[in-house]
């Protein structure tokens, strides 16, 4: 348009100018009566061709140029200013649209900006056609932060910040599309963008939507622990201190995926995290996957393995569990040669078995039940502590080795020791220090090397028909510095020296003194009184008292017996004097009481208490009887063995232990309480449990209180006769109950109740091999027998016969495949259909009534027959 208007205006000043130069020249045209036009060609009246001036052509030609001058200017004019006009719309429309995604700048550009209103430098523009360039340009933008629109919008320092994008909801204005925090959170702060697929374009209050799909960007620029979350209503996404998220929108998602903010994914096909990997709350799900780490794994949220195993065997580092209860709920193996240490307190509830290899236990431990060791040694030699048993009875089921340096001592020396019973011989090798009374019940002591040492003390021999018998040894017999008495007869088959040569004291033999006999010259007969003032010393031959009817009184000192000494019949040994204080003998030998031979056992009578401090007590033969005792027997509290039979006599009973203390109780045999003509009661008043093969009650077994437990994998077997089960009897999942044996004649099982198999959710199969009788109930109108699955009869015949009641059948269809025979009424109340011959009545006296139409047919014969 500008250039038209100016090519008029130049051909406009062109004519008048050529008009008004060629006033003056006013010539006739031919014939026409007008002069000829000096600005247009045309004919004088010789026939001449008419036309301009010399100077009329020449200003011609000079406007002409100018026309041509100023058409070209004005053309390029008019391209700049089409240019510049399609620059400005582009750059409008670029930054309404970053006014509308949040990011509308000041302005303020770095030195690479100087081509903002082009791409890269081309002339395209960054209108429509160049959004898809935005990004190189949005990146050289700086964001201003406030509550207007422009920018990102600043959010609250606390609470929950529902913002709908769709409409004027930030400050009254669109929403751009980032979101940031202040620099500190008063608390936790949580932001949920509404209605983000319908969000609005530009800055102000344009109602013009986007389309396609757009990126929002949400700051938290706050330090502290507070937490920053956004949310679309569904997912929530936590955004550390000093972190951002990129989110988008898209205003095409399907009805689940609308105004949804689509986060970042969270599933990868495999992720390297080369720092730490926090996850402060929610679970880390993965999947099929397998989590791999070389830099340790901290979860403060538990971990949770629905499937797979939970594999560490590829580390060498320590495996650490968290303080609380850690429960394993499977079966634990410690592989290889590792082992398990406990530093705190192990409580195992169920037992714990060591089936091979060697458990060390570093600190103390505490077995509140019983330890079992079935195989393998029990080694405690690597400890340098002590070794301490419960207080009840302890058994050493095997041979007991005390090494050497070790010492094996009863009582700690601060109060009365117990009673150490040997029930076995002992034997010791060593030297033997008996530090308090020691007592040989039976069995005697037999020293066989090293002789007896008394450093203090008594030797008594209470056992008033035993031998102290040192014959057998060829060493010296030395007694006590003190008064030696011998106060039965004695007899020296060696030599008697008192004292030795020239330190002797005086012997005083109250009885005669002979010395050899009139057989043997060389022994010396004292036949009276004799006093020896300085000794008497007996050289060679035998000391022979045995012709003197008197006492045999020794000096008060200590004697020794070289030889053996017996006491002839029917003589005895006593020591001491009745109702004195009698000092006590020592016997450094075996008591030998009798002989092993028929008619010479012998009777040991024991008065006064007998105590066996050191040794075993050992019957050989015959009995042990304290029957004419009314005291108590009471054993050591070390194993006590029975190895006959034991009987408690009369109305006296067999006590375990005391009220609210006792050990466990083990018997290896039958245990038979009562006899068949003579039946007792038993009673257990705590939980039995009987771990061997039966328990047989043969007069009744009663349990007035707890539980019957058998959950073991024997047989339960009743007596013979009538059995009543007062509860509910449940039969265990995979069990069957049955009544007789298979081919044999089982008894009738009776059920007063109702019988249900199966229920209305499970119906279950029953089978009735033999012959069944349905008894109903007298007086009951009810059915006897309910079957909810149908029943089947493979063989034998269905009987009711014996009921005076009504057969109903089922509504469907019924068949009867055999003959039918109906001995009374027979009603058929819909259509009958009988496939062979019929004959109703059983003879021609008895009446039929068909109360309906009946349809004979048949092939050949008469059809129907009355």
């Not at 629109?149 to 609470?159: A, K, M, P, Q």
């Not at 320590?318 to 040669?337: C, D, H, K, P, R």
């Not at 004419?628 to 509290?637: E, M, N, R, Y």
Request: negative net charge.
């Amino acid at each position: 348009l500008a250039q038209a208007r100016v090519v008029a205006t130049f051909a406009d000043m062109a004519s008048a100018l050529c008009f008004s130069k060629m006033m003056a020249v006013q010539p006739t045209v031919a014939g026409s009566g007008e002069p000829p036009s000096p600005c247009r060609g045309g004919h004088s009246a010789d026939g001449m061709s008419g036309g301009l001036t010399p100077a009329a052509l020449k200003m011609q030609a000079v406007l002409s140029v100018a026309v041509l001058i100023l058409m070209v200017m004005s053309l390029m004019l008019a391209m700049a200013l089409a240019h510049t006009h399609k620059v400005l719309n582009g750059l409008k429309q670029a930054l309404e649209d970053r006014s509308a995604a949040g990011e509308v700048p000041n302005m303020k550009m770095d030195s690479t900006a100087v081509d903002i209103f082009t791409h890269n430098g081309s002339d395209q523009p960054l209108g429509e056609q160049g959004l898809e360039h935005e990004s190189a340009h949005a990146r050289r933008l700086i964001y201003t932060i406030g509550s207007s629109n422009t920018g990102c919008f600043l959010l609250g320092s606390s609470g929950t910040e529902t913002i709908d994008v769709s409409g004027a909801s930030c400050n009254s204005l669109n929403c751009p599309s980032c979101f940031i925090t202040p620099t500190f959170l008063a608390a936790a702060l949580i932001l949920e963008i509404s209605t983000c697929s319908s969000h609005r374009w530009g800055i102000g209050t344009g109602a013009t939507t986007r389309s396609g799909v757009w990126q929002y960007t949400f700051i938290n620029r706050a330090t502290g622990s507070q937490t920053f979350q956004v949310t679309d209503g569904v997912e929530t996404w936590t955004i550390p201190p000093l972190t951002h998220i990129v989110a988008y929108c898209s205003s095409e998602a399907s009805a689940t995926g609308e105004n949804r903010l689509i986060f970042p994914t969270t599933t990868y096909p495999t992720m390297t995290v080369s720092g730490d990997f926090t996850v402060s709350s929610g679970a880390v799900d993965l999947g099929s996957g397998a989590l791999s780490t070389t830099g340790g794994l901290t979860v403060g949220g538990g971990i949770t393995l629905a499937s797979g195993p939970f594999d560490a065997s590829g580390s060498t580092d320590a495996f650490t569990t968290s303080s609380g209860t850690v429960t394993l709920s499977g079966n634990t193996v410690i592989s290889g040669t590792n082992t398990l240490e406990v530093n705190g307190l192990a409580t195992l509830n169920n037992g714990l078995t060591v089936s091979s290899g060697t458990s060390t236990f570093q600190g103390s431990s505490q077995f509140e039940a019983d330890i079992t060791q079935t195989t393998g040694n029990f080694d405690a030699s690597g400890s340098t502590g002590t070794f301490s048993t419960a207080s009840g009875t302890n058994t050493f089921g095997g041979n007991v080795v005390v090494v050497d340096g070790a010492t094996f001592t009863v009582g700690d020396g601060t109060g009365t020791p117990g009673v150490s019973t040997l029930k076995g011989n002992l034997l010791v090798e060593g030297t033997t220090t008996l530090s308090l009374a020691t007592s040989i019940a039976a069995g005697g002591l037999t020293v066989d090397a090293g002789g007896i040492d008394i450093a203090g003390g008594n030797m008594v021999i209470s056992d008033t028909a035993g031998t102290f018998d040192a014959s057998a040894s060829s060493g010296t017999f030395k007694t006590s510095t003190g008064a030696v008495s011998i106060n039965g007869d004695a007899t020296l088959f060696g030599g008697l020296t008192h004292g030795a040569s020239g330190s002797s004291t005086v012997a005083t033999l109250f009885g005669g003194l002979q010395v050899g006999d009139s057989t043997n010259p060389t022994d010396a007969t004292i036949w009276g009184a004799t006093t020896a003032k300085a000794g008497f010393t007996l050289a060679t031959g035998n000391f022979d008292a045995s012709g003197s009817s008197g006492t045999f009184v020794t000096p008060t000192g200590d004697h020794i017996l070289q030889g053996n000494v017996q006491i002839s019949d029917p003589k005895t040994l006593t020591v001491g004097a009745a109702g004195s204080s009698d000092a006590a003998t020592t016997l450094y030998g075996s008591l030998v009481v009798g002989v092993n031979a028929a008619g010479q056992f012998k009777t040991t009578t024991l008065n006064g208490e007998v105590t066996l401090t050191h040794g075993d007590f050992t019957f050989s033969g015959s009995n042990f009887d304290a029957s004419g005792s009314s005291g108590t027997f009471d054993t050591p509290t070390g194993t006590v063995r029975l190895n006959g039979n034991t009987e408690v006599s009369g109305t006296n009973t067999f006590t375990v232990g005391v009220d609210g203390s006792a050990g466990a109780t083990t018997i290896y045999g039958n245990v038979e309480v009562g006899t068949s003509t003579n039946a007792v009661t038993t009673n257990f008043n705590g939980a039995t449990t009987v771990k061997g093969s039966v328990l047989t009650a043969q007069a009744g077994f009663s349990m007035t209180s707890g539980s019957f437990s058998a959950s073991g994998s024997g047989t339960f077997s009743t007596p013979t006769g009538a059995h009543t089960i007062n509860g509910a009897v449940t039969i265990a999942d995979g069990k069957t109950f049955t009544v007789g044996q298979n081919a044999a004649s089982g008894g009738a099982t009776t059920f007063y109740g109702d019988v249900t198999v199966g229920t209305a959710s499970d119906a279950q199969t029953s089978t009735l091999y033999g012959y069944t009788v349905v008894t109903g109930p007298s007086g009951v109108t009810a059915d006897a027998l309910t079957v909810d699955g149908g029943v089947t009869l493979s063989s034998g015949n269905f009987d009711g016969s014996s009921s005076s009641g009504t057969f109903v059948t089922t509504t469907g269809t019924n068949t009867l495949s055999g003959a039918v025979t109906a001995t009374g009424g027979f009603q058929v109340n819909g259509d009958a259909y009988m496939a062979g011959n019929t004959l109703l009545g059983a003879s021609s006296s008895d009446s039929v009534t068909v109360n309906a139409v009946m349809t004979c047919s048949g092939g050949g014969g008469t059809v129907c027959t009355a």
